[in-house]
């Protein structure tokens, strides 16, 4: 037996305006990366340019620095694409009143919101291991005003 769901045309137009947000979120976050990657080469050319002294990052620094930038823009990439996604195949759906791009619309939400889930838990539990960190490195400093 196949289970079906029906949706009424309120929920449709609800769904197409959710779509239309999620689109405008995607192509915002879309520009947004592409910002950064720009302004950080244009950033890192500067200042390799233009530093004098000691405080010049070697190239070595300044390939891990960008190196940082684009995986952390590489993270950001996939949850906007999942977005973008789920917005096209939505608006297919809802015009052309097609299951099976509906199914395949929540499919990208699903995959967006495990993705941002996920990464939820990775970025608390980075927290947490930087608050134990840092109290533990307190113990060692408990001792250093006394002048003992």
Avoid: C
């Avoid at 050319?45 to 070595?60: D, H």
């Amino acid at each position: 037996e196949i289970k079906k769901i029906e949706l009424e045309e309120a929920t449709l137009r609800d769904i197409d305006t959710t779509r239309k947000w999620s689109m405008f979120i995607a192509i915002l976050g879309f520009i947004a990366i592409g910002l950064v990657i720009l302004i950080g080469l244009i950033a890192g050319v500067f200042l390799s340019a233009f530093s004098m002294g000691e405080s010049q990052l070697g190239p070595g620094e300044t390939i891990l620095v960008f190196a940082i930038l684009f995986l952390l823009m590489a993270i950001y990439f996939f949850p906007l694409l999942y977005l973008y996604r789920f917005s096209k195949h939505a608006g297919n759906a809802v015009r052309m009143l097609d299951k099976d791009l509906m199914a395949r619309a929540f499919r990208y939400l699903r995959k967006y919101y495990v993705f941002i889930g996920i990464l939820t838990i990775v970025v608390l539990a980075f927290y947490v291991i930087a608050l134990i960190v840092s109290g533990a490195s307190l113990a060692f400093l408990k001792d250093f005003g006394t002048g003992v």
